[in-house]
DNA sequence: AACTATAGTTTGCTTTACCAACTAGATCAA
DNA sequence: TTGATCTAGTTGGTAAAGCAAACTATAGTT
């Protein structure tokens, strides 16, 4: 979107690809979709019902049926019906779920290093202040 | 990947999400995919070759013959035989496809505009800065 | 002319993601 | 309690994304 009059959206977009490129290499090195990965992520401190998990996605409930069955057979991800409510599952992570979300980060990480390399030690430090775990936005 | 050490890291991986989400809504409202979308805002300042495009977006030059194909049916792209070589191809905007493009580009920035509310014009400057186009790593 | 390399296309496959229809368990009302 | 309704998740059908492999046609090379 180049005529974009505004340098930081086209700055943000920019980067949100160069991002998602990274995402999108790691994850298929070991064989997971992006959106895979980011369940990986989301469940690392969390144990949702699937419609709790379509709605940090964003995506609807039938398309994460499918997601999780797969991550399942994968042994990624387990299925636990909810105490509560009959008609609910959570889904959790497996321990093999957990070592690929856990080495994933990393390898994230390191990619995501070249893409900051040009910052000194205090830009950073601004960068990740002024990105800090938005104050008013959704997260 | 919430343990991630590094916070910027962190926070840009967040970001490149919510900077996704706000393209995949526009994408979406236009009836076009997030990949297409990309497609119309390369191709806003130029007229690469099916294989050219197809190293812009990192995929196969298979994904892009049937990516094209469904923006040259919707009207939205156009193929031009290359002088230089008989076998090439050469993809454009159509003129709905450029007023397509620069609508989305302003959905965009409308979009990602909340994301960066919290900031002062000088943070916003700073920001814009740090992230300015890419002085060593690749575009 | 014959080989080889390259540009795109086509076919077949899996995954993604939607919608609509459905099942089963919850919830509310009478 | 029974019945109406709502909600959680699944299933089936569809379109698109994206890869790999096989193929066509043009370039380039020897």
Redesign the interface.
């Known amino acids: ?9 086209d ?11 990274v ?2 290499r790691v994850a298929a090195s070991h064989d997971v979709s992006v959106t895979q990965m ?1 369940v990986l ?1 989301i469940l ?2 969390r144990e949702p019902r699937l419609s709790e998990l379509a709605d940090y996605l ?1 995506l609807d409930k039938s398309s994460i049926s499918g997601l999780v069955d797969r991550a399942v057979r994968r042994g990624l991800l387990a299925r636990r019906p909810d105490q509560e409510d009959g008609r609910a599952s959570r889904v959790l992570l497996t321990a093999a779920g957990r070592d690929l ?2 080495s ?2 990393g390898q ?2 390191d990619g ?8 000194t030690r205090s ?2 430090a ?3 202040r ?3 775990p ?4 959704a ?1």
């Open positions: 979107m180049p005529p974009d009059p505004d340098p930081l959206v700055a943000l977009v920019r980067t949100a690809y160069d991002v998602m490129r995402v999108t980011r992520g690392r401190d964003g979300a856990r994933a980060a994230v990480a995501i290093e070249p893409l900051v390399a040009h910052l830009e950073r601004t960068l990740a002024l990105f800090a938005d104050p008013t936005a997260g």
